[in-house]
């Protein structure tokens, strides 16, 4: 029983010791709805498709802090095949999203982790919070490494606006548009994983 006890304490100290994900760098408060702008952001979805928000036109937002007016000023509300996933060392999901007519035709969406989104405002976070167990009850549990979908399911997904800068992401559109945090997330279609 002695044991068992110190095991027990031992498990519980090397879990508070260890480190919660980091939060990300880049354009980290633009992207968890945390910076001063955010009160700003039109939360009505506005229906878009992923054609649509490829062809918008690209900032450059390498090293702004600032929101780029309008698509990081507005939600928009898509209809996407899922291809895949992935959890990314900042604990975001990581969900590479296509057209319906050309799925080579890509976008990213990202779910970020909650405790990024601390700032953000209880419904958001609420958003986020849902729009992750409905992706983990539908798809199962992401991992490090991506995971492209045997079978893909159909889903409308909710987000704000967020242009990122291209470095190589799995799924990015040319012009870098992501949904960005998403806020819900809807299957219409079931797939598999695997």
């Known amino acids: 029983m ?20 980091a939060c990300g760098i880049e354009r980290w408060p633009v ?16 229906p878009a498709s992923i054609d649509s928000l490829r062809q918008l036109h690209a900032p450059d937002v390498r090293h702004a802090a600032d929101r780029a007016a309008p698509a990081e000023y507005r939600v928009f509300m898509v209809r996407a095949v899922v291809l895949g996933w992935k959890l990314e060392s900042d604990a975001d999901v990581h969900i590479v999203l296509a057209s319906a007519a050309d799925t080579t035709k890509t976008m990213i969406a990202e779910i970020p982790s909650l405790g990024c989104m601390r700032r953000a ?27 492209r979908f045997r079978q893909h ?17 799995t799924g990015v559109a040319p012009n870098g548009i992501e949904l960005h945090p998403v806020l819900a997330i809807a299957f219409v279609s079931s797939g598999h994983r695997t």
Do not use: E, Y
């Open 2 to 21: 002695r044991a068992l006890s110190s095991l027990v304490a031992v498990l519980l100290v090397l879990a508070l010791a260890a480190p919660p994900p």
């Open 121 to 147: 405002g209880s419904r958001l976070q609420a958003g986020a919070a849902q729009a992750r167990r409905v992706a983990t009850n539908q798809l199962g549990t992401p991992t490090a490494h991506f995971t």
């Open 153 to 169: 399911p159909v889903a409308i997904v909710t987000g704000v606006g967020f242009f990122d800068f291209i470095h190589g992401q």
């Open 31 to 46: 992207k968890t709805m945390t910076d001063r702008a955010r009160d700003s952001v039109d939360l009505a979805p506005v």
